[in-house]
């Protein structure tokens, strides 16, 4: 079956402006959480969306922010990026909430300029 | 709060000779899980191998098995007869025994692992 689909792979962005990535889970997959991985900061946890609802959330500002569809596919969004923000987000998914086996995808390499 | 700590930041290894990656963690529960995760050039995560920490026995995977030391927060893996598709980042993470709201799991900074031929 089809693994964690992660689109764009590369998006290139100026400060200021806002992005959405999305994240489409692996099917039957009902939990999808973000990860920010940076060479500085290493790989940070987001947020994570079950059922359509935010269920946790990591310690970022909220110009981060994040939904869920009926389908499980999940997107975030960065408002006025930051230089900052450059790094690349990855999305795991599995069955449950929280769940102990997470499928990740392969990112998406953000670069704010 | 939980962390995770990989004092190694790079490592090299012969291929077919075994090397050894650590990891120490800190945390006041006396449940949880950790893991070590592979991340080649593609970027994609890959789980290698999970540990439950009521477990005594120390998983085995393959190539891969982990000596897990409760008592030291130690954490570390093994890989025997290392091949050149081994080489990558390997990181160690930790997550609550709970899932739920907090099921998230607390990454290391990484080992990029090398394998020469």
């Known amino acids: 079956k089809a693994g964690v689909t992660q689109t764009p792979r590369y998006l290139i962005k100026t400060r200021g402006q806002q992005v959405t990535l999305s994240c489409s889970p692996i099917?039957?997959?009902?939990?999808v959480s973000w990860y920010q991985q940076t060479p500085g900061q290493g790989l940070q946890f987001l947020f994570e969306y079950f059922s359509e609802t935010q269920r946790n959330k990591g310690n970022f500002p909220g110009r981060f922010s994040g939904r869920q569809f009926s389908n499980s596919r999940s997107e975030m969004n960065v408002s006025t990026l930051e230089l900052g923000d450059s790094a690349l987000y990855l999305c795991?998914?599995?069955?449950?909430?929280?769940?102990?086996?997470?499928?990740f995808g392969q990112g998406t390499r953000l670069t704010v300029v | 709060a939980q962390t995770v700590t990989q004092s190694q930041p790079e490592m090299s290894v012969q291929e077919a000779e075994t090397v050894t990656l650590s990891c120490t963690y800190d945390t006041s529960e006396s449940d949880y899980y950790l893991f070590w995760y592979k991340q080649p050039p593609s970027r994609q995560m890959i789980l290698v191998i999970r540990q439950e920490a009521y477990k005594q026995q120390n998983a085995t995977e393959n190539r891969f098995s982990v000596n897990f030391q409760k008592a030291a927060k130690s954490f570390s893996l093994k890989i025997s007869d290392s091949q050149l598709g081994d080489a990558a980042m390997y990181f160690c993470?930790?997550?609550?025994?709970?899932?739920?709201?907090?099921?998230?799991?607390?990454f290391g900074k990484g080992t990029k692992l090398s394998v020469k031929p």
């Open positions: 795991a998914s599995s069955l449950g909430q929280g769940g102990l086996n997470p499928f």
């Open positions: 993470a930790y997550r609550r025994p709970y899932g739920g709201s907090q099921g998230n799991l607390i």
């Open positions: 099917s039957g997959h009902r939990s």
